[in-house]
C-alpha cells in the first residue's frame, strides 16, 4: 500500500518485498483497459520470453498528445519489438524523441526496483518508473517496447472509460441488441 501519492515508481517501490530478488515481475495500470484476444501482457510475456531484460507495452500516438505519456527513444524497429535507446515521461511539446508512448503494462527486472531507490523526483514532482527503467539502458542493459495487438481504452479520461463501457456491452450478446437500439 502507497500511503503518500509521490508517484507511480514509488508505488511500485512500495511492493518490493513482494518480488524475489530473481524474478521479473509485471506491472499493470488499470486505468489502462485493454481489449484483446490474447490478453496484452500474454502477449508480452510469449516475447519476454525470447527477449529477456525489460519490456513496456508501446503505442503510436498522436505527435500532440506524447505529452501525456512515457514516450520511447527507438534505436532499432523490428516490428511488434523494438529496442530503445532512451525513454522521457511526458515530454514537453515539441521534445519528444518519437510518437511512440509506453501503455501500462511492464515486465521488469529487479534491477529497476534497485533503481527506484535512487530514483529522484522527475516529471510532475514524481518519482517516476519511466525514469528508473530508463537508467536500465544507461546501465547497458536492454529495455524493448513491444507494439501489442489489441484496442486500448484510457478510462483515466472520462470519454475513453465511457468509450471502454460502450465497446465491452457491445461484445456482449444479452447487451448488443438493446444498446444498439441507439
Ligand atoms: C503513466 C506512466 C506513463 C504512461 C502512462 C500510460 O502515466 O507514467 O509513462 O505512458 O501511464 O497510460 P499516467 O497516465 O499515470 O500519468
Redesign the pocket.
Known sequence: RQHQARG?GHAVWCARRLIGPDESFAVM?P??VIAAETSCLKQMVDAHAKTGGCMVAAMEVPREKASA??ILDVSEDMGSLVQARGMV?KPKVGEAPSNL????RYILTPDVLHNLEKTEEGSGGEI???DAIAQEITEGRNVFGYRFQGERF?C?SKAGFLQATVAFALERPELREELSLF
Open positions: 507511480l495500470l486505468d489502462d505519456y512515457g515521461e508512448a509506453v501503455i501500462g517516476q518508473l519511466t484510457d483515466g
